[in-house]
């Protein structure tokens, strides 16, 4: 976790922080060796996953995923079929949407431990995820609705309230919902005994291109089947809605922090 400066974040936000005296702090998941914040909960379903058995009778984990999560389930069993070469899964197989960015599709192609099927969109690529794992056997981890995903998170919001223990608002990204609910959980568990003046205030980004949440993020989305969504809603003070551009750039300011050091990070 760094602190931002401010003089070099883009506008309005620059010139809010400053008249605000708001001091900023952001957590840089995304330096490991696969520079991808989705090994969290990827290890940590599989590693649940394992607990229950969930992998027998099969080589191959299912899920519908923008990517990044599809890029760290394959890292993790890559792991562990080096550590245990006899390991069952041997494949991830990867239900995207045919609009993914072509930059995400080729990265996604070249990853040998991939396979790739395409859905109309992310609610369809749900549902086929969900078919392909009943009629072939395959593990299915839905991270959508997985409650280990965030509690693979836990301890990311655990040592945020060690390292700003006066923290007023957090402000955190949605996809599944799994970053946003584990943390946003842990921190309140940690903060439950602070005085209401000294709230936190939760607030959820949903990067869309039209102003509107869409796919996997509406209730259709998240309940298909009847099953329950993360909590992120019910923990969330507000939802904001952002375009692909507005994140990319508030994205590059805070990439500007990250410290070369990697004890640091």
Request: aromatic fraction near 8%; proline fraction near 6%.
């Amino acid at each position: 976790m760094v602190e931002v400066d401010r003089q070099v974040l883009p506008r309005p936000w620059d010139e809010f922080c400053l008249e605000n005296r708001i001091r900023l702090h952001a957590v840089i998941g995304y330096e490991n060796e696969v520079k991808n914040i989705k090994v969290w909960p990827a290890g940590g379903i599989i590693a649940r996953g394992i607990e229950r058995g969930e992998y027998l009778s099969t080589d191959t984990i299912v899920e519908s995923t923008s990517g990044n999560f599809g890029e760290g389930l394959a890292w993790v069993v890559e792991r562990l079929l080096v550590l245990a070469p006899d390991f069952p899964i041997k494949r991830v197989l990867a239900v995207v949407p045919r609009s993914l960015q072509p930059g995400k599709i080729a990265r996604l192609r070249a990853n040998k431990r991939i396979e790739l099927e395409f859905a109309d969109n992310a609610v369809h690529a749900m549902k086929w995820a969900e078919d392909l794992a009943r009629r072939h056997g395959y593990w299915y981890t839905q991270q959508y609705w997985n409650p280990d995903n965030p509690d693979s998170y836990m301890d990311i919001g655990t040592e945020i309230a060690r390292q700003l223990p006066e923290l007023g608002i957090l402000v955190c990204g949605v996809g599944s919902g799994g970053t946003f609910s584990g943390t946003v959980l842990s921190l309140k568990e940690a903060f439950k005994n602070r005085a209401r003046p000294h709230r936190l205030h939760c607030v959820a980004v949903a990067v869309e291109p039209y102003g509107s949440v869409g796919g996997v993020r509406t209730e259709i989305g998240l309940h298909l089947g009847g099953k329950p969504g993360l909590p992120w809603r019910m923990l969330a003070d507000d939802v904001n809605y952002v375009g692909l551009h507005e994140s990319l750039t508030f994205s590059a300011a805070l990439w500007q922090h990250a410290p070369d050091d990697p004890g640091k990070k």
